[in-house]
T-cell receptor, first 111, second 114 residues
């Protein structure tokens, strides 16, 4: 059974800092690894999707990496801004098609 | 075009009543997913549809939960005889196809069972 863990559960940083969010998964037989953002009271917004054959994906200030052999993914946020404050969720998609989510990292970027 | 929409956005009901939650996926998306987000529990997969069929119902918490999809579009999640532990945010997502496709999420329905 796939289990996804995110560390840390919460992170508070000053504006402008570069930061890394961590995600680990127990079953390396995944189709892809996805990162989402969730704002309070809102649904999820897809940020990046890394296929199992890929090592990383980039979108603007965001860079996500995937290491299937070690069961790890990281989300790197460059030059953080207060608008980046949200909960970041990673999810692994395996053979059953469903996404298995971590519990998220709540990020606060202080002006 | 429009994103995934869900209705109602909020629902308060009494224990024992039945509720229906609706999801309108993005037009053309063949795959549709239901998830539940409970306080402190993270996101939990419930069921997914490929077209109108549901190959995997293993995530439904009990036989009080059922879902259907008609015309390859709108889906309804029904909870019968609601219990307080059913209180959660129910999220719907859709994608062009299952397997290796980005899932687009709706805003969710916040269900409170008193």
């Amino acid at each position: 059974k796939q289990e996804v863990t995110q560390i840390p559960a919460a992170l508070s940083v000053p504006e402008g800092e570069n930061l890394v969010l961590n995600c680990s998964f127990t079953d390396s037989a995944i189709y892809n690894l996805q990162w989402f953002r969730q704002d309070p009271g809102k649904g999820l917004t897809s940020l990046l999707l890394i296929q199992s054959s890929q090592r990383e994906q980039t979108s603007g200030r965001l860079n996500a990496s995937l290491d299937k052999s070690s069961g790890r993914s990281t989300l790197y946020i460059a030059a953080s801004q207060p608008g980046d404050s949200a909960t970041y969720l990673c999810a692994a998609q395996g053979g059953s098609e469903k996404l298995v989510f971590g519990k998220g990292t709540k990020l606060t970027v202080n002006p | 075009g429009a994103g995934v929409s869900q209705s109602p956005s909020n629902k308060v009901t009494e224990k024992g009543k039945d509720v229906e939650l609706r999801c309108d996926p993005i037009s053309g998306h063949t795959a549709l997913y239901w998830y539940r987000q409970s306080l402190g529990q993270g996101l939990e997969f419930l069921i997914y549809f490929q077209g109108n069929s549901a190959p995997d119902k293993s995530g439904l918490p009990s036989d009080r939960f059922s879902a259907e999809r008609t015309g390859g579009s709108v889906s309804t999640l029904t909870i019968q005889r609601t219990q307080q532990e059913d209180s959660a945010v129910y999220l719907c997502a859709s994608s062009w196809d299952f397997n290796q496709e980005t899932q687009y999420f709706g805003p969710g329905t916040r269900l409170l069972v008193l």
